[in-house]
C-alpha cells in the first residue's frame, strides 16, 4: 500500500478524496447538468440488476461524511497483489459507482422542477429581504427624525405644561397657607367689631382649608389655634348675649343669635339667656338695695355684700323704703323692657321661619315659655 501511495505521489496524481478536498464547495457539490443527466438515463441498464449491484454496496461507505474511501481501499488490498483480481475488483467498484450515479441523477431529474421552482422561492425572499431591509433602514431613519424633531419637542412641552400646573398648585398653596396665618388678624378685628357671624363664619372656613392642608405641620398647629380661638369667641358671645339682658339692641342680638347659629348651638344661647335674665335680676335688686343699706348704715362695719339678699331687705329702714322701692321698679323695668323686645325678636322670627319651610332651625323663646320664665322671675 505504501508503494502504490509513493507511486502515486512520484506521477503527481491525487487520491479522489484529496481531489475532492481540494475542490471549492461549488465545484464539490456542483448540480449535475442537464446533458450530463441525460446520458446518464440513457444507458441502457436494467432496475433490477443495477438495485442488486446498490444492495451489494458495503454499509461502510454510507457511515459518515468523513470517512476516506481511498484509505479504506487501500488498506483492503492484500500484501500479494493479483492484476486480474485487482482489475476484476476496480471493474465491480465502477459498476457500483456507475449505478450509484445512475441512481442520483434518476433522483435529481425527478426532482429538478421542484428544485427550480424552491429556488425561485429562495431568490424571491433574498428580494424580499433586501428590500425589507430597506424599509426598515428608512423607517428607523424616519422613527430617529420624529423623535429628534416632533417627540422629544413635545414632550418636553408637556413635561414643562406640568410643572407649571405643579407649581400654580403650589403656589396657591402657598397664598391660602399665607392668608390661613393671618386670620388671627382679621378674627381679632372682627371681635372688636362685633361681628361674631363673621368671625365664626370665617373662623369655620379657616378649619375647612386647614383640613385639606393638614399635612403641613404649620397647618396642624393653626388648626389648634383656631379651635382655641373659636371657643374665645363662644364665649365672647356668652358676654354679648348678656349685655342684652340690660340694655336691647336688635342688631346687636341678631348677630348674637345667628352667631350661635352658625355654631349650632341655637339651644344652649337660650338656657344662657335664660341664665343671664336671672342673673340680671339678681344684680339688679342687690345692688339697689345694697346702696340704700349701706346709706342708711353710715359708717358702720357690717360686711352687707355677703348678705343674703332676704337678709339685706331687713335691714332697710321705713324713710329709705319708698324711695328704694322706686329705684327697684325702674332697674326692673329696664330689665322687663329687654325682655319683652326679646320676646318680640323670638316671636317675628319665628313667624318668619313658618312662612319659610326648610329654613334653617332657630331656637326662640315662645310665648309660653316667656310667662314661665316670668312666673320663675317673680
Known amino acids: 500500500m505504501q508503494k502504490i501511495k509513493s507511486l502515486m505521489a512520484r506521477q503527481g496524481l491525487k487520491s479522489p478524496q484529496e481531489s475532492v478536498v481540494d475542490m471549492s464547495p461549488v465545484e464539490s457539490f456542483r448540480t449535475p447538468s442537464k446533458e450530463e443527466l441525460r446520458e446518464l438515463r440513457e444507458q441502457p441498464t436494467d432496475p433490477q440488476a443495477e438495485q442488486e449491484i446498490i444492495d451489494r454496496i458495503e454499509e461502510v461507505y454510507f457511515s459518515s461524511d468523513s470517512f476516506d474511501m481511498v484509505q479504506y481501499e487501500l488498506e483492503r488490498l492484500p500484501p500479494d497483489l493479483n492484476l486480474l483480481e485487482l482489475e476484476e475488483y476496480r471493474d465491480k467498484l465502477k ?106 363664619q370665617l373662623c369655620l372656613e379657616c378649619q375647612k382649608a386647614a383640613s385639606t392642608f393638614k399635612h403641613y405641620n404649620c397647618i396642624s398647629e393653626l388648626n389648634s389655634k383656631l379651635q382655641d380661638t373659636l371657643e374665645q369667641i363662644e364665649e365672647q358671645l356668652d358676654v354679648a348675649l348678656s349685655k ?52 342708711c348704715a353710715g359708717n358702720a362695719d357690717t360686711k352687707f355684700q ?41 316671636d317675628e322670627h319665628y313667624k318668619e321661619e313658618e312662612a319659610t319651610p326648610g329654613a334653617a332651625e332657630v331656637m326662640i323663646c315662645t310665648p309660653k315659655a316667656g310667662r314661665d320664665f316670668a312666673d320663675k322671675m317673680t
Open 244 to 295: 342684652t339682658c340690660k340694655h336691647f339692641d336688635v342688631s346687636h342680638y341678631t348677630k348674637v343669635q345667628l352667631a350661635y347659629k352658625l355654631l349650632g348651638k341655637t339651644q344652649t344661647a337660650m338656657d344662657q339667656l335664660h341664665m343671664h335674665f336671672t342673673q340680671a335680676i339678681h344684680n339688679t335688686v342687690f345692688q339697689v338695695v345694697l346702696g340704700y343699706v349701706e346709706l
Open 306 to 346: 355677703k348678705m343674703q339678699y332676704k337678709d339685706l331687705c331687713t335691714h332697710i329702714t321705713t324713710d329709705s323704703y319708698i324711695p328704694c322701692l322706686t329705684d327697684l321698679c325702674k332697674a326692673l323695668w329696664e330689665v322687663m323692657l329687654s325682655y319683652h323686645l326679646t320676646m318680640l325678636w323670638h
Open 95 to 200: 459498476r457500483q459507482q456507475a449505478a450509484v450515479s445512475k441512481r442520483v441523477a434518476d433522483l435529481i431529474l425527478e426532482k429538478q422542477p421542484s428544485y427550480v421552482k424552491e429556488l425561485e422561492r429562495v431568490t424571491s425572499l433574498q428580494t424580499n429581504l433586501q428590500l425589507a431591509a430597506v424599509i426598515c433602514t428608512n423607517a428607523r431613519r424616519q422613527l430617529r427624525s420624529a423623535k429628534e424633531g416632533f417627540t422629544e419637542a413635545s414632550l418636553g412641552l408637556l413635561a414643562n405644561q406640568r410643572r407649571r400646573q405643579l407649581l400654580t398648585g403650589l403656589l396657591k398653596s402657598l397664598r391660602t397657607i399665607k392668608t390661613l396665618q393671618r386670620t388671627d388678624v382679621r378674627l381679632s378685628e372682627m371681635l372688636e367689631e362685633e361681628d361674631y357671624p363673621g368671625a365664626i
